[in-house]
């Protein structure tokens, strides 16, 4: 396949004629919105939403030595997860420069599955096939092995538990665990990326057609409607949670990104990005980086990713992530921003909005936080 080629999910027919409009995602031909995505939005917020994320990148791991091996590889202690649960993590340059941020599920004692953000699959695949030599383990590049799809919202875990038999009520956030769903295996895993409730399914693409019109079916009593990348921008994005290539980058470590707790200096054995890693922690505590924080809008112009943050007619941060809400009913962005400009409530900040200073309000992330 030429590097031109885009690909396309197992469920790109079904998409189609759903009316999806699609668009090129990292190479992927992907669903964008079916109709409105300000309904799509709302009907996760309270409802349920059914996303198709086979565009990401999923790799195995496994060995005797997996375990040791990508605590090695990546920055976070890989090691003591238990088999059946996952980690938010990241993998790191030697400078410490952040090449991706990853979720990692332990699915026996010396396997575990790696996914990767879709635009970096092949940048962590490469970079754990390096770091692997020396350890007793294999990676595997697992991307056409799987489908992925997500059942998201409120009315999540009923759907899903009228087609399954698997304890989901035992199933934490942040764990996985094989079973059956409408007949077919699957990674069961409760974790997303819209600030609710939901789930993830891990199935063979010859699969994923026959679940996805199975879940369909199951949810259309309470309202589930299928959702495309748009929407789930903008969930992720009142939700405060980053998105790589635009709160994450090559150029950040995570204690510039504020997300430093996701290294764990206290592991064993090297990592790398370690002496880096360690240099970047303590300039951060001499100097606070600029923080991410959250803006909104006291007006209706939108922000975006680039634009400037302004106090006092000078330039104190930029725009990473900017769109309307549609839970506040404002436009809201993330932005990183000198400290002294961090706090909740402070006064005269603005964005540069094609050369008018448009007033925001700085607050604290998340923009929403759903109700346990």
Same mark, same amino acid.
């Given at each position: 396949?030429?590097?031109?080629?885009?690909?396309?999910?197992?469920?790109?027919?079904?998409?189609?004629?759903?009316?999806?409009?699609?668009?090129?995602?990292?190479?992927?031909?992907?669903?964008?919105?079916?109709?409105?995505?300000?309904?799509?939005?709302?009907?996760?917020?309270?409802?349920?939403?059914?996303?198709?994320?086979?565009?990401?990148?999923?790799?195995?791991?496994?060995?005797?030595?997996?375990?040791?091996?990508?605590?090695?590889?990546?920055?976070?202690?890989?090691?003591? @997860?238990?088999?059946?649960?996952?980690?938010?993590?990241?993998?790191?340059?030697?400078?410490?420069? %952040?090449?991706?941020?990853? %979720?990692?599920?332990?699915?026996?004692?010396?396997?575990?599955?790696?996914?990767?953000?879709?635009?970096?699959?092949?940048?962590?695949?490469?970079?754990?096939?390096?770091?692997?030599?020396?350890?007793?383990?294999?990676?595997?590049?697992?991307?056409?092995?799987?489908?992925? %799809?997500?059942?998201?919202?409120?009315?999540?875990?009923?759907?899903?538990?009228?087609?399954?038999?698997?304890?989901?009520?035992?199933?934490?956030?942040?764990?996985?665990?094989?079973?059956?769903?409408?007949?077919?295996?699957?990674?069961?895993?409760?974790?997303?990326?819209?600030?609710?409730?939901?789930?993830?399914?891990?199935?063979?693409?010859?699969?994923?057609?026959?679940?996805?019109?199975?879940?369909?079916?199951?949810?259309?009593?309470?309202?589930?409607?299928?959702?495309?990348?748009?929407?789930?921008?903008?969930?992720?994005?009142?939700?405060?949670?980053?998105?790589?290539?635009?709160?994450?980058?090559?150029?950040?470590?995570?204690?510039?990104?504020?997300?430093?707790? @996701?290294?764990?200096?206290?592991?064993?054995?090297?990592?790398?990005?370690?002496?880096?890693?360690?240099?970047?922690?303590?300039?951060?505590?001499?100097?606070?980086?600029?923080?991410?924080?959250?803006?909104?809008?006291?007006?209706?112009?939108?922000?975006?990713?680039?634009?400037? @943050?302004?106090?006092?007619?000078?330039?104190?941060?930029?725009?990473?992530?900017?769109?309307?809400?549609?839970?506040?009913?404002?436009? %809201?962005?993330?932005?990183?921003?000198?400290?002294?400009?961090?706090?909740?409530?402070?006064?005269?900040?603005?964005?540069?909005?094609?050369?008018?200073?448009?007033?925001?309000?700085?607050?604290?992330?998340?923009?929403?936080?759903?109700?346990?």
């Amino acid at each position: 396949m030429s590097s031109t080629d885009i690909r396309r999910t197992a469920l790109d027919a079904l998409h189609r004629s759903l009316g999806a409009t699609m668009t090129d995602f990292a190479g992927w031909d992907m669903p964008l919105r079916y109709g409105s995505e300000r309904d799509e939005h709302n009907a996760v917020r309270t409802r349920a939403g059914l996303f198709d994320l086979s565009h990401m990148g999923e790799i195995t791991v496994t060995g005797p030595e997996a375990a040791r091996f990508l605590n090695y590889a990546l920055v976070g202690n890989i090691g003591s @997860v238990g088999v059946g649960r996952a980690r938010y993590t990241m993998i790191c340059r030697a400078d410490g420069g %952040i090449l991706d941020d990853l %979720i990692v599920y332990r699915l026996g004692e010396t396997e575990y599955l790696v996914v990767a953000n879709a635009g970096n699959a092949q940048t962590v695949l490469d970079a754990l096939v390096e770091r692997a030599a020396g350890f007793d383990a294999e990676v595997r590049d697992d991307r056409d092995a799987y489908a992925l %799809i997500a059942v998201q919202g409120p009315e999540s875990a009923g759907i899903l538990a009228s087609v399954t038999d698997a304890d989901l009520d035992g199933l934490k956030y942040y764990a996985g665990l094989p079973g059956t769903v409408a007949g077919v295996p699957a990674l069961i895993a409760r974790t997303g990326y819209t600030g609710e409730d939901g789930f993830e399914l891990f199935v063979a693409p010859s699969d994923a057609e026959a679940l996805w019109q199975a879940l369909t079916e199951a949810g259309e009593g309470v309202g589930l409607v299928p959702c495309g990348l748009s929407c789930r921008d903008t969930l992720r994005l009142e939700a405060g949670m980053p998105l790589y290539g635009h709160e994450l980058s090559t150029e950040l470590t995570p204690f510039d990104a504020g997300l430093g707790r @996701v290294v764990k200096f206290e592991k064993e054995g090297d990592f790398v990005g370690r002496e880096a890693l360690r240099k970047a922690a303590g300039l951060a505590e001499e100097k606070p980086p600029r923080v991410l924080v959250g803006l909104v809008a006291e007006g209706r112009r939108v922000p975006r990713a680039g634009y400037a @943050v302004v106090a006092d007619g000078r330039v104190i941060g930029e725009v990473t992530s900017g769109a309307p809400s549609p839970t506040l009913g404002r436009p %809201i962005a993330m932005a990183y921003v000198d400290a002294g400009h961090a706090a909740p409530g402070t006064a005269g900040v603005g964005v540069d909005i094609r050369g008018s200073h448009e007033p925001y309000e700085v607050v604290a992330l998340p923009f929403y936080k759903r109700q346990k």
